[in-house]
Each structure stands twice: as C-alpha cells, then as structure tokens.
C-alpha cells in the first residue's frame, strides 16, 4: 500500500497528500464521550502516520476534547510534515446536541482550546463550520463569524482559514473577507450538489474536503456501488473513495475509522484505479437518488 499514489494538493501554505484521516470516530457513539477502547484509538492515530497519512482533521467539539487529547497523546511531538486541521463555530450540549457557538467571544475560546488540547501554539488550519442548519448549508450572511476569526489569524493564532457547511454564496462572500484555502461539505457518490463548486475551487486552487463519503450517518445503500466493489475486488467504501480521487485533483479525503484494519483498507483506495465504465455505473447513482 502506498498512499502516495493519490498524488498531493496544496492546504494553505503546505502540500499535503489526498488521502488523509478525520479523527471524529475517535470519540465515543455520537462523537461525544471517550472511545471506548482508549489504545485502540491511540494505534489508530499512529498507524495512520506511519502509513504516510501527513492531514489529520479533527475539532474540540468531537468528544469534546477527546480526540484533540487523543491526538496529542499519540502523536506529540508532531512530526513537521503533519498537518492538522481543526473546526470550529459549533459546541456540545450536555446531552450531546450539536449547538452554534458563533459568538466573537466563543470563537475566541474555541481557538484557545483546540491550541491547548493538540498542544500547538499556533492552528495551521481552521475551518469556520456554518450552523444556520446542522444537517446541511443553508443561505445567510457568515460576515460576523469569520471577520471574527480572520482577527484571530491577525492575532497569529490561526495560520489558514477555511469554510465547512456553506454555500457558493458564502464561499463567495468568505473569499471577500479572507483567504478561504478549503471547503469542506458533504459529498459523496449520491449527494452531489457541489459538483459545480468543486470545479470552480479547483480552477482557483483551493481544496475541498468531502466528508460522509459513504453517506454518513444514513449510509447509502446502492447495488451499483456493491456491483462495481465486487467486480475490482474492493470493498465498496475503497470504492467511494476512489471515485472522489478520481472526481477532481483538489479533493482531499479524511475518511474517518476507530479500527486500525478499517484504516488499512481505506488507505488502501489510493492505488485503486475505477476504468471508465465503473465510472459511468457510480456516476448513474446520483441520478437514480443514491440507490442505483
């Protein structure tokens, strides 16, 4: 296995490899609490680095704190080619709701302890999640959160700043505040409203990291996907992944795993090639609702 193979795209001011890692499934069910195997999770983390993986992305709010200390544990002292991509713009209720949290003040304190937690002095990336609607990108100005944190950056304590959960609008309207360097939305082999947005960011140089490459929390159920796995001799999850390498050269994937075997076969699409008849069955799935 060789992830090398998926090529590199340039994040901020670095060039990072495309397939990387998110760290959300780190955390405990429902991304809040601890794992449950705390050295399963720590392993994960550190066979992810030695398999080459330099972009881990991560949040404050997954857990909260968990995985950021995960993290830190495994991997501190970071090695200088990581990069480590954080989140913020949302907190954790008690009961494990996810709640905006974008007050100038809250997104202060959120910096403040993504830094503390993955022990860095600075944040190479921040992404600014946008919770006008938690399920999906719903239109409103997001001027007052990232002026916000493009003071931050100002401050030294963000290095790159990108967009999660937006609009083209928005990213329009970022772009005009602050150097957005990535998006990242859902996008998938069935949800692919962001066609046309991946294509303009690529032609401007600025990544887009799709998350829920399998549909997420309601995975989709497809027999042209399971019918194109079975056929290459893959899993249908190193087949999605494919798929988004193949889709356009600024996706950056961070398929996310507790399970050191699940991260070798992710990894594993790096060196999968979809012919172009594959190609055309996925690319049916969308139009067929997810389920072709």
């Not at 398929?255 to 060196?271: D, K, M, R, V, Y």
């Amino acid at each position: 296995m060789n992830i090398d193979q998926a090529g590199t795209f340039t994040l901020g001011s670095r060039t990072v490899k495309r397939l990387g890692y998110g760290a959300m499934q780190l955390a405990g069910p429902g991304v809040f609490g601890p794992p449950r195997d705390r050295d399963a999770a720590l392993s994960v983390l550190r066979s992810a680095v030695d398999a080459g993986v330099d972009h881990i992305d991560t949040s404050d709010f997954y857990g909260p704190h968990v995985t950021n200390q995960l993290i830190r544990e495994a991997l501190a002292p970071y090695p200088d080619t990581l990069t480590i991509v954080t989140k913020i713009g949302a907190r954790r209720g008690e009961d494990a709701s996810w709640l905006p949290a974008y007050a100038a003040d809250e997104l202060a304190r959120a910096v403040d302890d993504n830094r503390r937690n993955l022990g860095v002095d600075v944040l190479e990336v921040v992404n600014l999640r946008i919770m006008f609607d938690a399920h999906g990108p719903a239109e409103g100005s997001i001027a007052a959160p990232l002026e916000a944190l493009a003071g931050l950056q100002q401050q030294g304590l963000v290095r790159h700043i990108g967009l999660s959960n937006v609009t083209p609008a928005q990213v329009a309207e970022g772009r005009a505040i602050a150097d957005i360097v990535c998006v990242q939305n859902q996008y998938n082999l069935a949800h692919r409203q962001d066609d046309a947005l991946i294509d303009a960011l690529a032609a401007d140089g600025i990544a887009y990291v799709p998350f829920f490459p399998l549909g997420g929390f309601s995975p989709l159920q497809s027999s042209a996907l399971s019918d194109v796995a079975a056929a290459l001799g893959a899993t249908p999850m190193q087949v999605a992944l494919a798929w988004l390498l193949q889709r356009s050269p600024n996706i950056l994937l961070i398929p996310g795993t507790s399970s050191t075997a699940h991260l070798q076969e992710n990894l594993a699409a790096a060196t999968l090639v979809l012919p172009d008849d594959s190609i055309a069955a996925l690319d049916g799935i969308a139009a067929q609702g997810g389920v072709a």
